[in-house]
């Protein structure tokens, strides 16, 4: 399954220095790299201008997506998670098909109504 992840820290944690989590960001975009190479995340980076970023996901189902964003670094201090499931190309093409053939089909159904 696909899932868009993007997440950001809006904040530094209280009490966190600014190097203390600049190291904290050096495991994560270190575990990010590691995801790639595994295929599991197919594309994203950094927000520009922003504490946070955004992938595209490969997982096996949402549960192995929750697992995944719960062992990231970064996690507890995350301050927005959205994670939104995505459909390929094909399903969202056979999914068009299908809405057009239900139109058309309705469409039939009205012009043999009013016929009668």
């Keep these: 399954m696909l899932f868009l992840l993007k997440v950001e820290v809006e ?3 209280s009490g966190m220095t600014g190097q203390d989590f600049l190291t904290v960001v050096q495991k994560e975009w270190t575990v990010f790299s590691r995801l790639e190479r595994k295929g599991k995340v197919l594309a994203g980076g950094k927000l520009v201008g922003r504490r946070g970023a955004a992938a595209i996901v490969n997982a096996e189902s949402q549960v192995d997506m929750e697992r995944m964003v719960a062992t990231l670094p970064l996690f507890p201090y995350f301050t ?7 459909l ?3 399903e969202a093409l056979a999914d068009v098909k ?4 239900l139109i058309g089909s309705t469409r039939a159904q009205q012009m043999k109504a009013s016929n009668c």
């Excluded at 927005?80 to 995505?86: D, M, Q, Y």
């Excluded at 299908?98 to 053939?101: C, G, Q, S, V």
């Design 11 to 13: 904040q530094l944690p």
């Design 80 to 86: 927005k998670i959205e994670v939104t499931p995505l």
């Design 88 to 90: 390929s190309s094909e």
């Design 98 to 101: 299908k809405m057009l053939a």
